[in-house]
């Protein structure tokens, strides 16, 4: 129940696309999701959250979209550059325990 | 603002080891997490430290273990090395926990040859 599902493991895009990544969660005390970009040697970094209270939450080229009553969210990216190849991260937060979860992953490529 | 370091950056150790691995968190960040990387199993919480003591645990073996001092400096031990050890090792640091943005440092990688 303390999982965050996210899928796919791996996302190929050509320059200019829109990138969707999803992540599906089993605890409905979750009240928090953020998204961590990380690329290669450094550490995850934030770079969106959401509350369950909105549907959407839009921060530039990034967009996360929020189904609370299917419990599950996921991250699109807009206008799609190479730059943004990195890992991608979900993840989902009880604020009652302040532990925060992580999805597995998402190797994301932006072809040139 | 100086963010999160960690030290080392980088060791190799060998089976039946112990290692203890250090974090900074940034000023005036009082929660430090520490996670495991590895590519089959993403990032995997260890422990959480806040004021000094563990406030939230992972599901890892007793071999792991951590402590905060009173500057919120932070380190975590792992005793009796094996090759499953291999992994990059991420702290992170927070102004309280829960819902706060958490800061990564660039972690270390720990290789258990």
């Known amino acids: 129940q303390q999982q965050v599902k996210q899928s796919p493991q791996s996302l190929i895009v050509q320059k200019g696309g829109i990138p969707i990544i999803n992540c599906a969660y089993e605890?409905?005390?979750?009240?928090?999701f953020p998204w961590y970009q990380q690329f290669p040697g450094k550490g995850p970094a934030l770079l969106i959250a959401?509350?369950?209270?909105?549907s959407e939450k839009k921060e530039g080229r990034f967009t996360i979209s929020f189904n609370k009553s299917a419990k599950q969210f996921s991250l699109h990216i807009m206008d799609s550059q190479p730059g943004d190849s990195a890992t991608y991260f979900c993840?989902?937060?009880?604020?009652?325990?302040?532990?925060?979860?992580f999805g597995k992953g998402t190797r994301l490529h932006i072809l040139p | 603002k100086a963010g999160v370091t960690q030290t080392p950056r980088y060791l190799i150790k060998t089976r039946g080891q112990q290692v203890t691995l250090s974090c900074s968190p940034i000023?005036?960040?009082?929660?430090v997490s520490w996670y495991q990387q590895t590519p089959g199993q993403g990032l995997q919480f260890l422990f959480e430290?806040?004021?000094?003591?563990?406030?939230n645990k992972g599901n890892f073996p007793g071999r792991f273990s951590g402590r905060q001092f009173s500057n919120s400096r932070s380190e975590m031990n792992v005793s009796t090395l094996e090759l499953g050890d291999s992994a990059l090792y991420l702290c992170?640091?927070?102004?309280?926990?829960?819902?706060?943005?958490?800061?990564f440092g660039p972690g270390t990688r720990l290789t258990v040859l």
């Open positions: 000023s005036g960040h009082r929660s």
């Open positions: 430290y806040f004021s000094e003591t563990q406030r």
């Open positions: 993840a989902a937060s009880d604020v009652r325990d302040d532990k925060i979860i």
């Open positions: 992170a640091s927070q102004t309280g926990g829960g819902a706060d943005e958490q800061f």
């Open positions: 605890n409905t005390a979750f009240d928090y």
């Open positions: 959401i509350r369950p209270d909105v």
